[in-house]
């Protein structure tokens, strides 16, 4: 195993989607995405080809999900050889928006285009192709190389344009370059669909045997009049109310046209990704899920939880402060002088002036993992709650003091997320958040089972971006791992890479699966012995 996290493919992944405000998931055998989040394989390994690729094909699905309009899209699918060039057009389209908003991701895509050429997977049309191939081609590699600047394909380009060129009258070339100049213009997906239907319009003659043009260049509206009125629901309004004229051959001449496509380049990317068994990794990353917020009860908790957490918090930064304070000190030179060391300077020892030595901060970033899984809907006796409302507001009294002691940065997290699905994750609070603006966050229901392996990946990835040098995870539980292998993996690796894991089992012994680990019975106490837990490590050091 190779224990080094934060080169570990699911924590890269991670920290690329968040730095591009865009959900990541590990899972599965296969790419894809919802338009939401992103998915990837559950790939563990270290090839820098297959990195290179998937590392492209996020920044390129990241780039979908910020600025394409799917619902356009859809308006496409009886055509193929429009959703084929609207693909093109589009891709570039947003990856150039990308380019601008994270100019580190030009480099990514690049290193992925690189790839596919270096695989032979990125081939132009064979010289023998037809028009509709050629001008793909042309189309495809032009504007990669010119607009998105990866020169790589600066020779399919050039070859690409001098195939078509051969099948082009000169007018058509001129005409079809002038459109082709307003790619950088395209504000929106509609505007992206507007010219590859201005492209058709403009060789309809010539493609008319490969795919029926749809009535939208008819006389009842043309491209350019709705270019003049480019917006979303002008294309949605125009493609109700225009469907494709369609001759008797149409559905075979589609299946032609598909058949006879350029393959996607990000579809041939997704493809290289797919994971045979020897390369499964097994393991899951889960996605975070937009945490359901009771704004109506957060001021209520917080007040309910102040008061004790400010004498807490008090008493722990006293605690930590006096753990930190390594006394007087005497100087060369200060204001005040030191009675006692006096006598030095008969012997010729300036160190005579009184300096109080500075107090170290903790600088520790802690990431709390609570367990909402349905045996946590139990009651604890005698008052009327449930162990995950124990946890719940034992979790938020001991955040509330930890924030206000300087050095400290805490996080929290609940698991499972989203309708209780193992690959989701409640993120309640991040890191340098105030728990004051997450309130409403805190004191969610139970849900699903116990992915303790996957939560654990979470916190360890959030806890690899923090500036702290000392990371500690707490995990609250009173369940057995859904994978105990897989924890244990998790929690290997985190020993290895400095993130100290604590085990909390609520009624249950989970000294077999944490090391270190503690088990409280008395649920009433689990606050106290939380504050006891963190008083202990915070000074520890």
């Known amino acids: 195993m190779n224990y080094v996290l934060h080169n570990a493919f699911p924590i890269v992944a991670a920290a690329l989607g968040n730095q591009l405000g865009i959900k990541v998931q590990i899972e599965g055998h296969a790419a894809m995405t919802d338009g939401e989040r992103i998915i990837l394989p559950s790939f563990d390994g270290h090839d820098p080809e297959y990195r290179d690729m998937a590392w492209g094909y996020l920044a390129h699905e990241a780039a979908h999900i ?8 859809q308006t496409v699918r009886r055509s193929k050889k429009r959703q084929a060039l609207l693909n093109i057009i589009e891709d570039v389209r947003v990856e150039a928006l990308l380019q601008g908003d994270y100019p580190g991701t030009r480099m990514t895509i690049g290193s992925t285009i690189n790839t596919l050429i270096r695989r032979g997977q990125l ?36 070859t690409s344009e001098q195939n078509l060129t051969k099948l082009l009258k000169r007018s058509k070339k001129h005409q079809l370059d002038d459109l082709l100049n307003g790619v950088t213009q395209l504000k929106t997906t509609a505007d992206s669909l507007i010219l590859t239907d201005e492209i058709l319009e403009l060789l309809q003659d010539q493609l008319s045997s490969i795919d029926p043009t749809p009535s939208d260049v008819s006389d009842h509206q043309t491209p350019s009049k709705l270019r003049r009125r480019s917006n979303v629901n002008a294309i949605k309004e125009h493609e109700a109310t225009h469907t494709p004229n369609m001759r008797p051959e149409g559905d075979a001449l589609i299946q032609e046209a598909a058949e006879t496509s350029l393959e996607d380049v990000f579809e041939c990317v997704k493809k290289s990704l ?29 007040i309910r939880h102040l008061e004790g957490s400010h004498r807490m918090s008090t008493c722990l930064q006293s605690l930590v402060q006096s753990s930190r304070r390594k006394g007087r ?27 109080q030595a500075q107090i170290v901060c903790p600088n520790t970033a802690i990431h709390i993992l609570v367990d909402r899984s349905p045996s946590m809907a139990a009651l604890v006796t005698d008052s009327g709650k449930t162990r995950l409302d124990v946890a719940w507001d034992a979790t938020m009294a001991l955040v509330l003091a930890l924030e206000s002691i300087p050095g400290v940065n805490p996080a929290v997290s609940a698991f499972p997320g989203h309708m209780g699905k193992d690959a989701s994750i409640y993120e309640v609070m991040q ?21 303790m392996a996957e939560a654990l990946w979470f916190g360890a990835s959030r806890l690899v971006l923090t500036h702290e040098p000392r990371k500690i995870m707490l995990v609250i539980t009173d369940g057995i791992p859904n994978d105990i292998q897989a924890t244990r993996d998790i929690l290997e690796r985190c020993r290895h890479n400095g993130i100290d894991v604590y085990g909390i089992g609520l009624d249950l012994e989970i000294g077999h699966i944490f090391n270190p680990a503690i088990t409280i019975r008395g649920l009433q106490d689990l606050q106290l012995k939380l504050f006891e837990l963190t008083e202990a490590f915070l000074i520890a050091h």
Not at 432 to 443: H, K, L, M
Request: charged content about 25%; hydrophobic content about 35%; cysteine-free.
């Open 274 to 302: 797919q994971l045979g068994h020897d390369q499964y990794a097994g393991m899951t990353f889960p996605s975070a899920s937009d945490v359901p917020l009771d704004e109506k009860q957060a001021k209520e908790r917080l």
């Open 431 to 451: 890191h340098g958040q105030s728990i004051r603006q997450r309130a409403g966050a805190f004191g969610m229901g139970t849900d699903g089972g116990t992915p």
């Open 66 to 73: 910020r600025y394409t309009d799917f619902s356009i899209l």
């Open 329 to 355: 000190l005497s100087k060369r030179q200060g204001h005040r002088l030191e009675s006692k060391r006096l006598y030095r300077s008969m012997l010729g020892d300036g160190r005579i002036y009184r300096h």
């Open 123 to 158: 081939k132009p049309a064979a010289s023998d192709a037809g028009l509709w191939l050629h001008l793909q081609s042309y189309i495809l590699f032009g504007l990669r190389a010119k607009i998105l600047r990866q020169n790589a394909l600066n020779v399919m380009s050039y």
